[in-house]
T-cell receptor, first 113, second 115 residues
C-alpha cells in the first residue's frame, strides 16, 4: 500500500517569513495529493490540493509543488500570519481517484510573533 | 448544508463495553470514509463505502471493529468489546464522485475514551 512520509514534525517560523513542509510517497500510481490544516480540537480541512498532471498550484499565500519523478510534494506558505499556526497534513491517494487517503504524520507549524 | 454530522461528540466507556459511533454524510455524497486519529499513528483510514457498499476495509484493525451503511444518509462504526487502546478521535468524511478527483469533507469527530 501507499506510505507517506512528512517532514519536519515541528516547524517554527517568524511571522512574515515563509514555511515549507515536505512529503514523499511510495506508490507511483498515486494521482491526487491534498493538504489539510487541523487546528486544535477541530476537524481536518482541505486548504489546497494538486493532481498528478500538474506540477504546481497556487492559491494566494499557499502553493504546492509536485515532483512525480522523485515522488515528493511540498507545501509553501508565504508571509506567514498567526492564524497559520496549526497542524498540517499531507496525503496521497492511489487508485481510480475515489479511494481513501493515506496521510503523513503531520507538521506542527508555530508562527512566532 | 450542515456538513458531515457525527454523534456522539464525546464518548467515555469502560473496557469491554460496546461502542457505536454514528455518521450522517453530506446529502448527495456517494462516498463515506471512516478515519481514526491518534498521536502515535496519526490519521488512518479504517474503511470506506461507495453507494452504501463497503469497498476497502483493510484498515479495520481487528474483528472487534465493524462498520455498516444501511442507507445513503447513515453509517455506524461499532467496537465490541472496546479496549483502552481504541481511545482516539474517530472522523467520518464524505465526498461526491465528479468524474475526476473528489474532495473529502470531514465531520467534527468523536473523541472516544476507553477506561
Amino acid at each position: 500500500g501507499e506510505n507517506v512520509e512528512q517532514h519536519p514534525s515541528t516547524l517554527s517560523v517568524q511571522e512574515g517569513d515563509s514555511a515549507v513542509i515536505k512529503c514523499t510517497y511510495s506508490d507511483s500510481a498515486s494521482n491526487y495529493f491534498p493538504w489539510y490544516k487541523q487546528e486544535l480540537g477541530k476537524r481536518p480541512q482541505l486548504i489546497i490540493d494538486i493532481r498528478s498532471n500538474v506540477g504546481e498550484k497556487k492559491d494566494q499565500r499557499i502553493a504546492v509543488t509536485l515532483n512525480k519523478t522523485a515522488k515528493h510534494f511540498s507545501l509553501h506558505i508565504t508571509e506567514t500570519q498567526p492564524e497559520d499556526s496549526a497542524v498540517y497534513f499531507c496525503a496521497a491517494r492511489s487508485g481510480g481517484g475515489a479511494d481513501g487517503l493515506t496521510f503523513g504524520k503531520g507538521t506542527h507549524l508555530i508562527i512566532q510573533p | 448544508d450542515a456538513g458531515v454530522i457525527q454523534s456522539p461528540r464525546h464518548e467515555v466507556t469502560e473496557m469491554g463495553q460496546e461502542v457505536t459511533l454514528r455518521c450522517k454524510p453530506i446529502s448527495g455524497h456517494d462516498y463515506l470514509f471512516w478515519y481514526r486519529q491518534t498521536m502515535m499513528r496519526g490519521l488512518e483510514l479504517l474503511i470506506y463505502f461507495n453507494n452504501n457498499v463497503p469497498i476497502d476495509d483493510s484498515g479495520m484493525p481487528e474483528d472487534r471493529f465493524s462498520a455498516k451503511m444501511p442507507n445513503a444518509s447513515f453509517s455506524t462504526l461499532k467496537i465490541q468489546p472496546s479496549e483502552p487502546r481504541d481511545s482516539a478521535v474517530y472522523f467520518c468524511a464524505s465526498s461526491q464522485w465528479q468524474g475526476s478527483y473528489n474532495e473529502q469533507f470531514f465531520g467534527p469527530g468523536t473523541r472516544l475514551t476507553v477506561l
